[in-house]
């Protein structure tokens, strides 16, 4: 076989044999780690399956437009291709089989490989593409493997990700056999007491840089992530003013955790000193609240009003309300909606402490000058 056929065979059991069954939540096939070499081919190569990549495409555009309004989006993209790959190399290694004496060896190659993928991700261009890596992200870790153990009156056999062949399972009353299934989630692979050498790896951190390349999954877990900071890759997502959107439809959901961690996270120093990113991560924490307030919004549990980051939070609407330029740009919303977020700012005027205030007022006036646009019309 040519090197040219060999790569085409690869991509192709990628697609269909990995990233279809993936998404529709069969079983993924994995036969041999991805060299980022293949990248060069993957990147212009086309399936031998067109069924294979319409039936991807579908899942993804329902999955991505779930969150906010699409065009279309790409598959293949690079983006998505390099990150399917990853998650495959990533999957391999956590195959027991590379636990024997001869195969060790190759794991820190395979590491090495699927790091290589990550690095080949580039901030996404799009929403479809932002979405889509989403969906692929939230679909991997999803996946189960299913591991059997099967014992007979002379032998134990153990298929970890594997099929349990015919022959081990025949005659099961004259030869005695049991057998013992369990399913494990994708993330318990990473480490295992049978597999020691497994956790010297770090799969947990390298799972970890991989979602780090899908900032939608990254922002949309915000109230899970007491260190969440802004990036440039999830700065560049809440630009995008339906993502943005999405985002705080989402975070109303567990409003004041994750509204702490947002204004945790603004108070950076790095942020600070970046009006023009400042005024993105304002945007997204004046649209949680007007979102969490015309939704109904919960009281705060007593905690959280002591919490300096939640008070930070709601410092930043009352703000917004008392500066003229910003209040001017409530001439977007309904009276109804400017009514609401007034009551909410005033509920809550009297709990800030005037220093964290003026410090808000001041980060707020430096952000008005790179975007004039605060409240979502």
């Known amino acids: 076989m040519s090197d040219a056929a060999a790569l085409q065979a690869a991509y192709d059991q990628l697609v269909e044999g990995f990233v279809l069954p993936l998404l529709e939540g069969g ?5 041999r780690p991805l060299a980022p070499g293949c990248m060069s081919h993957f990147a212009a190569a086309s399936s031998a ?12 555009y329902r999955g991505a437009s779930s969150h ?23 999957l391999f290694l956590t195959d027991p089989a590379l636990d024997r004496l001869f195969a060790r060896g190759a ?25 889509a890596r989403h969906v692929l992200l939230s679909r991997a870790r999803k996946l189960r493997r299913r591991d059997v153990v099967v014992r007979n009156w002379a032998y134990t056999y153990r298929f970890f990700g594997r099929r349990v062949p015919a022959n081990v399972v025949a005659l099961p009353r004259l030869r005695f056999v049991r057998q013992e299934e ?6 318990e692979l990473f480490e295992s007491e049978r597999d020691p050498g497994l956790a010297k790896l770090g799969l947990r951190e390298l799972m970890g840089e991989l979602a780090e390349r899908s900032p939608m999954t990254t922002l949309l877990e915000v109230a899970a992530r007491p260190e969440f900071r802004f990036s440039t890759a999830t700065l560049s997502v809440l630009s995008d003013r339906a993502l943005r959107g999405a985002v705080a439809r989402a975070l109303a959901e567990d409003e004041w955790r994750a509204a702490a961690n947002l204004a945790r996270a603004s108070a950076d120093p790095t ?26 919004e919960a009281e705060p549990p007593r905690s959280a009003t002591s919490d300096a980051s939640v008070l930070r939070y709601l410092a930043i609407l009352v703000a917004s309300l008392d500066d003229d330029r910003a209040a001017r740009e409530l001439g977007v919303l309904t009276d109804t909606h400017r009514l609401v977020l007034q009551r909410r700012a005033e509920r809550y005027r009297a709990s800030l402490p ?3 205030l003026d ?9 008005l000058a790179y975007e004039p646009r605060f409240l979502p019309s």
Do not use: K, N
């Open 68 to 90: 906010a309004p699409l065009g279309t989006i790409a598959w293949p993209s690079r983006g998505l291709v390099a990150m399917a790959a990853a998650l495959h190399d990533l």
């Open 271 to 296: 942020l600070a000193s970046a009006p023009a990113l400042m005024a993105i991560a304002i945007q997204l924490l004046l649209e949680l609240h007007l979102t969490s307030a015309l939704a109904g």
């Open 182 to 187: 369990s399913l494990r989630p994708f993330g």
């Open 49 to 60: 399956s067109p069924e294979a990549d319409r039936r991807i495409f579908d899942v993804l």
């Open 27 to 31: 079983s993924p096939s994995v036969t």
């Open 107 to 131: 794991r820190p190659i395979i590491r090495e490989w699927t790091w290589r993928w990550i690095e080949l991700i580039e901030l996404p261009a799009t929403r479809g593409e932002a979405l």
């Open 354 to 356: 005037p220093p964290l």
């Open 359 to 367: 410090e808000v007022r001041a980060q707020l006036a430096s952000a």
